[in-house]
């Protein structure tokens, strides 16, 4: 929690300071950003966790880094919801996150703007600023508040749009917030019934997962190495309507990812 709250402290410092053309550049396309504030946010974890934990490897999403080699990694998203960022919407945080034999261990996400502290250890329970979470009890999926994701790829967003159309009658309502850690959260604060969404890296999923999990939902991981480009779902539910929800997706899934 130490360093990802160092970090977050340093990307709310540097946002207005940062958002000039010069300090953002993209990534897997045109409207996949990166800022000047990920890449000191991920250099200050790395260097903080060098001092505390010189003998584990990290995995960045910007910097890459930390196979899973059977030691400790650290799994590192500095910013998730960069876009989020960069129009002032304020959902976006750090992500920190121990694996070990792609298990996570442990892990934080704070959230920038608001300073929320969302945490969890394996086996320990998760909190938010200390307060124990727990997911919500539904048992209807006609009841389930439902949150999803979005690639930058055209195509991938049209295999996306796919699962969304046929869920959504099915649902509630949908919510987009843009930041699958704290997506995951939410289903672990009970401000969400579920979230899902295909084809996310490790940095995206490795903290908010194991909070939703530790706050008693069921969740499905891709393996702790997969590629973003591989497509494998990210899912976390309430209990109550996990099976039913996951059964919906994977039928109108019709990968493998663009």
Known sequence: MHVASLAAALVSRRRDQVLGASSVRTKSSDTDPVTLADT????LIRRELAILRPQDSVLGEEQGGGSDSGGLRWVVDPIDG????????????????????????????????SGRVFAAAKGYGATLNGAPLHCTTVTLVSSALVATGFGY??????????????????????????SASLDLCAVAAGWVDAYYEHGLGPWDWAAGALIAAEAGAKVTLPAANAAGSDGALVFAAAPGVAAELLVLIDAAWAGPMP
């Open 40 to 43: 000191e946010s991920e250099q």
């Open 82 to 113: 960069t876009v989020n960022f960069l129009y002032g919407l304020p959902f976006y945080a750090v992500s920190v996150a121990v694996q070990q034999d792609g298990l996570t261990l442990a892990g934080a996400v704070v959230e920038v703007v």
């Open 153 to 178: 790829q055209a195509e991938r967003r049209r295999t996306q749009g796919a699962v969304l159309a046929a869920l959504l009658p099915a649902v509630r309502d949908v919510r987009r917030v843009g």
